[in-house]
C-alpha cells in the first residue's frame, strides 16, 4: 500500500524542521565563539561569564583555569588582564557536532597581543576544544579547553617555535 500523500507532506515537513534547527543551532554555537572573542577583547567579564553554564569550566593550559561562572570571571579580571595589555581573538576552522541539547566543538584560534611584563608584541595561536549545553534555549559553554600551539615574540620567526605535539 503505497503512503498517503498528505503523510508524505507531513514526513517532509518534519525533515525540514529537523534540517533548520540543526542550521539554528549551528549559527546559534557560532554567534556564542564570536561573543567569547568579542567579550574578552572587550574586557567584558560579566557578560563573558554569563555566557558560560553556571558550572561551566575553562583550560587555558599555561595561563591558568577556572570552574563556575564566578570564578571564570574572576580569572579573566584579574589574571589575564594582568597578562595581557592587548589582544584580539580571531577563531576558524570550526567544527560543530550537535547531540540534541549537547553539542562539541573545535576551534583554530590566532591572537596577536601584548604582554604587559615584557610589553612584547606577541603571536599566539592554538586550538579551543569546547563542549556546550543549551539552556533555556540559549547555547551556553559547558568546557573550553586552550591547547597553544605557538607563542613568539614578533621579533622571532614562529617557525622556530611551532609544537610538533600530535593532539
Known amino acids: 500500500m503505497r503512503p498517503r500523500k498528505n503523510q508524505r507532506s507531513y514526513q517532509k515537513i518534519l525533515e525540514l524542521e529537523s534540517r533548520i534547527k540543526n542550521l539554528e ?9 564570536t561573543r567569547y572573542c568579542y567579550y574578552i577583547d572587550n574586557r ?12 561551566g ?3 587555558c593550559g599555561e595561563f591558568g583555569k577556572a ?10 579580571s584579574v589574571k589575564i588582564s594582568d ?10 576552522n570550526p ?6 541539547d549537547t553539542a562539541s566543538g573545535t576551534w583554530y584560534w590566532t591572537e596577536p597581543s601584548v604582554y ?22 540559549n547555547w551556553k559553554f559547558k568546557s573550553v579547553v586552550l591547547s597553544l600551539r605557538i607563542n613568539t ?3 622571532f620567526s614562529w617557525d622556530r617555535k611551532i609544537s610538533n605535539k600530535d593532539s
Open 83 to 92: 597578562l595581557f595589555s592587548f589582544f584580539i581573538h580571531m577563531v576558524h
Open 44 to 55: 567584558q567579564w560579566a557578560l563573558l561569564a554569563g555566557i558560560f553554564s553556571e558550572k
Open 57 to 59: 569550566t575553562i583550560d
Open 153 to 155: 615574540p614578533f621579533d
Open 116 to 137: 604587559r611584563a615584557d610589553g612584547l608584541a606577541r603571536f599566539i595561536q592554538g586550538r579551543y576544544d569546547e563542549s556546550y549545553v543549551k539552556e533555556g534555549g
Open 67 to 76: 570552574n563556575g561562572r564566578e570564578e571564570i570571571q574572576k580569572f579573566f
Open 95 to 100: 567544527l560543530i557536532e550537535l547531540h540534541g
Open 25 to 33: 543551532d549551528l549559527r546559534d554555537i557560532q554567534e556564542l565563539k
